[in-house]
């Protein structure tokens, strides 16, 4: 079972930053987690991932170049630096975790998709103004 606790997200303006952070607490090590982020009116869309016991990351088009990954293995946190915000950038960001159970393959095919985890975070504002 994994439980995982946002912090982070708020109100920002237009080239401003922000940084999300994902605690994991779970029985069992993950493979792979992952951002999200939910528009209204719009599906679910893979932002950012990290396999963890390689660090490879992999990212949405769209925030290339402005968002990382990266993680704190020891406290077991994953974060989303977010730079050059932009009002597009807007939504609720959610941090997610795979089972444990699915390789390499899935992660590097699927991880875009929100079916590929099992657990979820409880979801995070960002707000962009231009």
């Known amino acids: 079972q994994v439980r995982l606790v946002q912090s982070g997200g708020g109100s920002v303006q237009a080239g401003g930053s922000l940084t999300l952070s994902c605690g994991r607490i779970?029985?069992?090590?993950?493979?792979?987690m992952a951002w999200f982020r939910q528009a209204p009116g719009k599906e679910r869309e893979g932002v950012a991932t990290?396999?963890?016991?390689?660090?490879?990351?992999r990212y949405a088009d769209s925030v290339k170049g402005r968002f990382t990954i990266s993680q704190d293995i020891i406290q077991n946190v994953v974060y989303l630096q977010m730079n050059s915000l932009a009002p597009e950038d807007t939504g609720t960001y959610y941090c997610?975790?795979?089972?444990?159970?699915?390789?390499?393959?899935?992660?590097?095919?699927?991880?875009?998709?929100?079916?590929?985890?099992?657990?979820w975070g409880q979801g995070t504002q960002v707000t962009v103004s231009s």
């Open positions: 997610a975790a795979d089972s444990g159970n699915r390789g390499y393959k899935v992660w590097e095919t699927r991880w875009h998709l929100p079916e590929t985890f099992t657990s």
């Open positions: 779970s029985t069992h090590r993950q493979k792979y």
């Open positions: 990290i396999y963890t016991t390689s660090n490879a990351t």
